[in-house]
């Protein structure tokens, strides 16, 4: 999600900047750079073309012989990140959460969950869809974990840690989606045909972590990731709470608690590069928030809006769902987390990268307090989602 403050300020770097729309086109040119640069540019097939934005493609930024680095951590790995994966048996699944079509009273049950979904506004809807796209657009991201050098699926059943991981990471996640999804088409209340139109686009469209197929850059991303979506879906559930959906409420905090469990895995894999090699790892960290964290879902479209996920994020923003000051506390977080404030012995350009993350918080937030400052009156846009009926952003 962008962090969009009261209309004015964009804080994820490719969160659809009046700029970077405006690069939004079909036609595909990447420059070169000091790195390799990928060739996939192109001709992206007029006949399908879904909104991409144009920047340079940095690839394998990582020096190989760091490969080994991930090489080395295979029995690291095993102990201590599968084993926060859960057994598929242990697994919750969505049809917990369901009503049951087999049963009797299943006619029952969906009115129930009808009724109680009546209580929730649109604008919440439109907050919920966006989460629940997000979660559908899963290929993209197992495909994005599978662009790490050292530590890719490089067979599709490999059975390093590193691709077991992600294979079982994926399929929880799957859950995700699945549940929201069949939540929302069961309520009644949203536009099924254009949601699923958006995924597909979505994934058609991919996604641009700026992660140069550099595992460094990747489980950072990754660790910030999971918690911003243990945090999203936990507001999502306090606010179904608030307007009466305790079983919706129930749904999105057993979500929230997986992406907790996965953030402890992918922030375990990072504080363990910050001990095996400081600098780099610090580097790449200030590298990753120079970028700025694009959220997953950034390329969302839904054949109508241009600014589609510009205008969701505000929702996000003006529910409290995930906010500015969300990826402000997020930075924090990991910032403890991982120590960095207390790194000693780093090189001048690894010192620079932890002066520059550790006063980043405060500037983010100043940046907030500025904006909310200027905060300007709330305009209506219309959400296919929801019928194109407006919500205020
Ligand atoms: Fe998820
Ligand atoms: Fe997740």
Not at 28 to 52: C, D, F, I, Q, W
Not at 78 to 89: G, R
Not at 192 to 218: A, F, R, V, W
Request: proline share 4%.
């Amino acid at each position: 999600m962008a962090l969009r403050l009261n209309s004015t300020v964009v804080l994820t770097s490719h969160s659809f900047s009046s700029k970077s729309r405006s690069l939004r086109s079909p036609r595909v040119s990447m420059a070169s750079t000091l790195h390799s640069v990928s060739k996939e540019a192109g001709n992206v097939k007029k006949s399908y073309s879904p909104p991409r934005e144009v920047h340079v493609q940095v690839t394998h930024s990582m020096s190989p012989h760091k490969l080994e680095i991930f090489k080395s951590l295979e029995n690291w790995a095993e102990d201590n990140i599968l084993v926060h994966l859960k057994p598929v048996e242990k697994c919750w699944q969505p049809q917990d959460f369901l009503p049951d079509p087999e049963s009797e009273g299943f006619y029952d049950q969906v009115r129930e969950l009808r009724a109680r979904s009546k209580e929730l506004p649109d604008d919440y809807f439109v907050v919920l869809v966006g989460d629940m796209i997000t979660e559908e657009a899963l290929p993209t991201y197992q495909t994005m974990l599978n662009t790490l050098d050292g530590v890719r699926d490089e067979t599709g059943a490999s059975l390093t840690s590193w691709a077991i991981w992600t294979r079982a990471w994926t399929a929880e996640e799957n859950r995700h989606g699945d549940l929201l999804n069949k939540y929302l088409y069961l309520s009644g209340r949203v536009d099924m045909k254009q949601i699923e139109k958006t995924i597909q686009y979505l994934i058609g469209s991919g996604m641009d972590p700026k992660t140069e197929n550099n595992p460094y850059l990747g489980f950072i991303y990754t660790s910030f990731q999971e918690r911003a979506t243990f945090i999203s879906h936990g507001n999502t559930a306090r606010l179904a709470k608030e307007h009466g959906d305790v079983k919706l409420a129930q749904i999105c905090g057993t979500i929230a608690a997986d992406e907790k469990r996965h953030e402890t895995a992918y922030t375990k894999i990072v504080e363990k590069l910050f001990e095996i090699d400081p600098d780099g790892t610090v580097m790449a960290l200030g590298d990753m928030m120079k970028k700025k964290i694009s959220m997953p879902a950034h390329l969302m479209y839904d054949g109508k809006d241009d600014n589609l996920f510009e205008h969701f994020s505000s929702v996000a923003q003006r529910l409290g769902v995930y906010t500015a000051k969300d990826y402000a506390d997020i930075l924090e977080f990991l910032v403890g987390r991982w120590n960095v404030e207390k790194m000693t012995g780093l090189s001048s350009e690894g010192h620079r990268a932890q002066d520059f993350i550790c006063g980043l918080p405060a500037r983010i937030r100043r940046l907030e307090e500025r904006a909310q400052g200027r905060a300007k009156e709330l305009s209506p846009v219309p959400f296919s989602w929801v019928f194109d009926r407006s919500i205020k952003i």
